[in-house]
Each structure stands twice: as C-alpha cells, then as structure tokens.
C-alpha cells in the first residue's frame, strides 16, 4: 500500500513534541486466560524432496532442510521465538505455540499489530499508532503513543534501554525509552525511501540496522542516532536486492550477522555485520512461490520462518550443503562458523 506525498509530509517537530506522551495501559490490550493446550500439529504431508540443484531455471540449491512447520489458525502479521516459545500476531489476537505446535496461550489484541518482541520485561506489540508492553499472559503494563496523527509505525527493534520505531508515513525512525517516552527523531542523511510497508528495523552489535528499502540498501546507526554507513545495492543476483523495495525484514543474529527477507522472489539471506554478503540461506523453492516476504528469526542452530497461516522451522544439512557450495553462493561455502550450521 503506497504512501501518498502528503502523507509522507513529517511535521513541525514542535507539532510532534507536543503530541508526544506516554499513556499508562489501561485496557488497550484484553487478557484471556483458558486451557488452550489443544494440539495445532500440522496434518498436512511436506514433501522434503530429493536434492538437486535445479530451482526455478538457476542452480540454487538451499543449505538447510525443512524440520518442522505447524499451522497457526491464522495469518501470520509478525512473530518472536523466546523459551521455546513461538508468539504470533494474528489478525485479531496473540497466540503462543509451542515448538510442536500445541497452542498454549491466546490474548486478544485492541489494535492491528505490525511487530512483536518478546522481552524480559514484557512482550511489546507496535501498533500503527504506538505500542504495548503486556505480560505474557496479555496483562497490560504500559504503552505509548505515536508523535503524529498522521505516523503508520511500521516495525520496532528493543535495546537494553530504548524502542526503535520505523514510521513508514514521515519517513524517519522514531527513538523511545523503554518505559514509552519519546527521545528524538533519526532520519537518513540519505533521505529513506520507503514505497511500501518495508522499512525493517533491528538492533545488533551495539548498532541499529534499518532498511532503506526504496534505496535496496540497509543503513547502520548508533544507538545515539549518528549514521555509520550502509550496505546493498539493486539487483536480481544473490547479494543484492531485487523489485521496488527490498529488504523487507531485518534481523540479527546473537553472533553479529544480519539476515534480511525479500518480496517479489522469496529470498532469505545471511550478511555479516560490516555488509559482507555471507549466502543465501532459503530461496522461493523451500519458502514457496508467493510474492510476500517472510518473517524470519533465528534460535540457536535454528531458522524459523512465518507466512500466511504457517510457522516452519529449518536446520542446516551437510548434504544439501555440500551440493549448495558447489552450485551457488550459499551458507555451503560460507567459512564462518556460527550457530546455523551446526
């Protein structure tokens, strides 16, 4: 959904310090409690298929193999792994799966939820115009408030101190204390470009990595908001990033790599924190055709990745890596040693 001009026009910063503010939650989110332990294993058949390096006319061939996938009962907004835990926005509430899939927990959610993280103090949802910290069980704690009538917050990255908040509308990222107060603005010296809800945000390594999807790059911040350079450029071939506006997610790794998730072509991609391309990781065959880009995190040796009504998990395979080194850049012939491939 594109953004007109007008829309994109930020206002004053007077105009936005005054609306700024943080409300006390008071019922914006809706507890709901329940034994909810019936089993959503998937009963569907997956087909893992035999190793070739033949995908879509090129030589692509995935260095990870698909282990697990469950339905969700709904479309999948976004999502977050903790404890072995899967919390997912669905369109009207937040469920909690387990790894097999069982559904643990549901809580109904007041407003659309277009991000989700998962912390030690709360799980905080974004909601176009603000966002929540709630208990794990949807008890509400605290929440905020955007700056402007007009923001559409996009997506949010958790510091040990602070929210960062992508607002596709103004075309800037917006810096809050954990607690809801807002700090102050950071925008590109770049200018972001943002066509479409695809302005992904996350923090790694001491530093803030934000799509600048309109530019097909990835732009890096200090946590104090000073720009320290980018990486990406446009392109069809792995490495780059394709269409009108990619990358659509950013996140990062505990080990310091970044990996990002495409549109149009299905694509999810590993890069080191400095911009080094590492390799591709899954491609439109393992993650399926449709145009959409998935949510992706990692949990240790794990990739897990959300679309549609579906939560799948992928591990590292020796096989198709070995076949993955021979026939493309991938993970295959990547020689750093990290969490994914073991």
């Known amino acids: 959904m594109n953004q007109s001009e007008e829309k994109g026009k930020p206002l004053a910063r007077r105009q936005f310090l005054r609306a700024c503010g943080t409300a006390l939650a008071g019922g914006s989110v809706i507890a709901v409690s329940g034994n909810l332990a019936k089993k959503a294993t998937d009963k569907r058949k997956f087909a893992f298929g035999a190793l070739t390096p033949e995908r879509d ?37 937040i469920a909690v799966f387990d790894a097999a899939g069982a559904r ?39 929440s905020a408030e955007a700056c402007s009538p007009d923001s559409d917050y996009c997506s949010f990255a958790l510091t040990d101190t602070h929210v960062f908040v992508t607002d596709a509308a103004n075309k800037h990222i917006c810096k809050y204390t954990r607690n809801g107060v807002f700090v102050k603005f950071i925008d590109s010296p770049n200018r972001f470009i943002i066509p479409s809800y695809t302005f992904g945000i996350e ?70 924190g400095d911009g080094t391309f590492r390799g591709t990781l899954l491609a439109s065959r393992e993650l399926g055709r449709g145009a959409k880009a998935f949510d992706v995190k990692t949990e240790g040796d794990k990739l ?16 198709a890596a070995a076949l993955a080194a021979a026939a493309a850049a991938s993970c295959g012939n990547c020689a750093v040693n990290c969490p994914l491939r073991a």
Request: net charge negative.
């Open 57 to 93: 006319g090129n030589t692509f061939v995935a260095p990870y193999r698909l282990v697990a996938s469950f339905e969700t009962g709904g479309a999948v907004h976004c999502f977050d792994v903790a404890d072995d835990k899967f919390f997912a926005a669905l369109p009207d509430r």
């Open 104 to 142: 643990l927990a549901e809580f109904a959610a007041a407003r659309e939820t277009r991000d989700i993280a998962v912390a030690s103090d709360g799980v905080y949802l974004l909601h176009p115009a603000g966002f929540d910290a709630v208990s794990r069980d949807g008890a509400p704690l605290r």
């Open 203 to 272: 923090a790694a390594n001491g530093m803030i990595y934000c799509s600048n999807s309109g530019r097909h790059s990835i732009e890096r911040f200090s946590e104090e908001g000073d720009y320290l350079g980018s990486f990406g450029k446009a392109g069809g071939a792995e490495g780059t990033f394709a269409g009108c506006c990619n990358p659509v997610h950013v996140t990062g790794t505990p080990w310091g790599d970044i990996i990002t998730s495409e549109k149009g072509v299905a694509r999810i991609s590993c890069y080191g």
């Open 304 to 319: 897990h990745v959300a679309g549609e009504g579906r939560i799948s998990t992928f591990k590292y395979d020796k096989q």
